[in-house]
C-alpha cells in the first residue's frame, strides 16, 4: 500500500510518518516546507497541481491545516477548505482507495461546560472560531464523499508531543513570561492526544466503516490546573498562576485582539479562542473508537511529556 500523508512536517504528520514507516508502509509525503522525509515533495496544496503527489497512490491521510487562535476566515477557508476539495478531487481522479482527515473536536465548542461527548452531540449552530468553522465544512465534505474512495475522519483533541508547535510550546511560553492565568479558577477538564496515538488512530481509522468520524483522545481528561502542574514541575519554571474569572478574560482576550488587528495582525498573547478552549471544559468520549477501530490509548501524559525535553 502507497501513502500519501500531507501536512508532513508537522507534529501528527511526522507522527504518521513514523508509525507508517514501522508497519512497512511505501510512502510519500508533502508539505509547503522542504524536508528530508519519506519521497517528499513540496505543494501548496491550495495552488499546486496536485496530480502528481497523487499519482500512485492508495491512501491519503490528509493532515496538513491551518491550526491557529489567530487569522482570517479567508485564511482558514483557503487552508482547511479550498485544499481539502483540490486534494479529494484528485485523489478520487487518481484511483486513491481511502482518505482519512484529521478534523478538530473544537467543532463541540460552544461556550459552554460539554463532558463526554459522542460523535452525534449536536453541534453549535455557530461555531465560536474561524478555525471550527472551517474544519467542520471540511470534514462535512469529507464524509460526504464517501463512496468508492472510502472517507473517514478523526476528532483527535489536544495532540501534543514532539514537533508540537502549539499546545505545549504556548504553554511553556507563558510560563517563560512568568504567569499563566487561571481562567475560571483552572477546573476546565480538558481531554489530550500524544501524537503516536493519534496517529495510530488515523491508520486504524483507514479500515473502518467508511463515512464516519471518530474522536480520539487519550482516555483521560485533566483540570487545566492540574495539567499546568504538572508541565511545570518538569520545566523547572518558575511562575505566578492568577485565577481570572472567565467573563473578565474573555473580555480581556476581546480587547486584545481588537488593539491587534488595529497594530497590524501580530497574534496577542490573549485570544478568545485560548479562552474558550482554557475556561471551559471540553471531554471527549471514544467509546465509538474503541469498538470500531479497536483503537486503545497507549500514551499516559506525563510519558508523552517527557519526549518534549528528549
Known sequence: ???????????LGRALVEELSLHGWNLRTTARTPADLPDFMAADLVTSDLRPILKGVDVVFHCAALSSAWGSEAEFIAANVTATRRLLQAAEDAGAMRFVFASTPSLYADGTDRLDVAENAPLPARCVTPYAHSKRLAERMVLAADGGMRCNAIRPRAIYGRHDRSLLPRLF?????????????????????????????????????????????????????????????????????????YSLAMSLATTAETMARWRGGAEPALTRQAVASLGRSLTLDITAARRDLGYKPLVGFEEGLQECFA
Open 1 to 11: 500500500m502507497r501513502a500519501l500523508v500531507t501536512g508532513a512536517t508537522g507534529c
Open 173 to 245: 511560553q507563558a510560563m517563560r513570561r512568568g504567569m499563566v492565568p487561571m481562567i475560571g479558577g483552572g477546573h476546565a477538564l480538558i481531554d489530550v492526544t500524544h501524537r503516536r496515538d493519534a496517529a495510530r488512530a488515523m491508520i486504524l481509522a483507514a479500515s473502518g466503516p467508511g463515512g464516519r468520524v471518530w474522536n480520539v483522545t487519550s482516555g483521560r481528561a485533566f483540570a487545566f490546573r492540574d495539567l499546568v502542574e504538572i508541565a511545570g514541575r518538569r520545566s523547572g519554571l518558575r511562575f505566578r498562576s492568577p485565577r481570572i474569572p
